[in-house]
C-alpha cells in the first residue's frame, strides 16, 4: 500500500478564448490587456490530484511556466485545495516550444523532490500539441499513460482506463508515473471563500532559469528547435442563394451545384 504520495501538478495560464484577438499585421496573438484563465483540463488535472488526496495521504504540488501574472492561476489552484505552488517565471523562458518547456518543468520538479506522480491535462488550449505531458514523462524517466478519463489506486499499481482510437483500454501501471487526463475524468470542484481568502496571502516561490540550473541555452527560444512563424484567423466567404421549383426541381439544382464545387 502506498504511504506519503508526493503528486505534482502542471497547469497553464491561457488566453479566454472569449477574449482571443490576433494582431492583423504581424498574425500573431495579442495577449496584452486580454483575460487569461487555467487552462480548462489543467483544472481537471488538479481535479484528479485532489481527489486522490482526499482518499489517501498526499501532497500536491502544483507549478506553472509563466510570466508574473501567472501567479493568480497558482493561487486559485491553491485555492482549491493545492498544498504548494511554484512558479517558474524568467524573461529567458519566452518562446518556449513543448521541448524548451519540458525541460524547465523537469527541472522544477526534480527541485521540489521525488514525485510518485505526476498529473497534466492532455493538451492546452492555445498549443494543442499533447506533447508537453509524454515529453515531460520521457525527461523524468517517469511511465506516461495519456488521455486518462478514470484512475484508480490499487494497493501496488494504479488502474488507468484511457482513451484510443477504437474506445478504451484498461492500463495497470506502477509509480511512479506521469499521466494526462482528458475533461470527461470528472468535474473539478469550486473553491470556498475562506480558502481563496487563504490563498491570496500564500507564499509562492518564483525560480528562474539560474534557480533551476538551467542555462540561456536551453530554455525559451534559443532552446527550442521549433518556432511559430505565423499564426492566422481563417476567414470564409459565405454565399446564398435560393432555389425556386418543386422539391424534385430544388434537388436537381442542388445536386448541379455540389457537383460543380466539387463536394460530390
Not at 11 to 20: H, L, R
Not at 102 to 122: E, H, P, Q, S
Not at 185 to 214: C, E, F, Y
Amino acid at each position: 500500500m502506498f504511504d506519503m504520495l508526493n503528486i505534482a501538478v502542471c497547469i497553464k495560464q491561457v488566453p479566454d478564448s472569449k477574449t482571443v484577438r490576433f494582431d492583423k499585421e504581424t498574425g500573431m496573438m495579442i495577449r496584452d490587456g486580454v483575460e487569461t484563465i487555467i487552462n480548462p483540463v489543467d483544472l481537471n488535472a488538479l481535479e484528479t490530484a485532489l481527489s486522490i488526496k482526499d482518499r489517501h495521504k498526499a501532497c500536491v504540488h502544483v507549478l506553472t511556466m509563466g510570466p508574473p501574472s501567472a501567479e493568480t492561476a497558482l493561487r486559485d489552484a491553491l485555492s482549491m485545495g493545492a498544498d504548494q505552488a511554484y512558479l517558474l517565471s524568467d524573461r529567458a523562458f519566452a518562446g518556449a516550444d513543448t521541448l524548451a518547456t519540458t525541460r524547465v518543468l523537469a527541472a522544477a520538479i526534480k527541485k521540489i523532490g521525488t514525485m510518485d506522480m505526476v498529473i497534466c491535462g492532455n493538451q492546452s488550449v492555445d498549443g494543442d500539441t499533447a506533447q508537453v505531458g509524454p515529453g515531460l514523462a520521457v525527461r523524468l524517466q517517469m511511465v506516461s499513460v495519456a488521455y486518462v478519463d478514470a484512475l484508480e489506486l490499487l494497493p501496488n499499481a494504479v488502474k488507468c482506463k484511457r482513451m484510443n482510437g477504437y474506445g478504451h483500454a484498461t492500463v495497470l501501471v506502477g509509480l511512479p508515473a506521469l499521466f494526462t487526463v482528458i475533461p470527461s475524468i470528472n468535474t473539478p470542484r469550486m473553491p470556498s471563500l475562506k480558502a481563496k481568502m487563504k490563498a491570496k496571502s500564500a507564499k509562492i516561490p518564483v525560480w528562474t532559469a539560474l534557480d533551476l540550473g538551467l542555462s540561456a541555452e536551453e530554455v525559451g527560444l534559443t532552446g527550442s528547435p521549433t518556432r511559430v512563424l505565423n499564426t492566422f484567423v481563417r476567414s470564409f466567404e459565405a454565399k446564398r442563394e435560393y432555389l425556386e421549383g418543386d422539391a424534385q426541381t430544388q434537388v436537381a439544382a442542388l445536386c448541379e451545384r455540389l457537383v460543380a464545387a466539387g463536394v460530390l
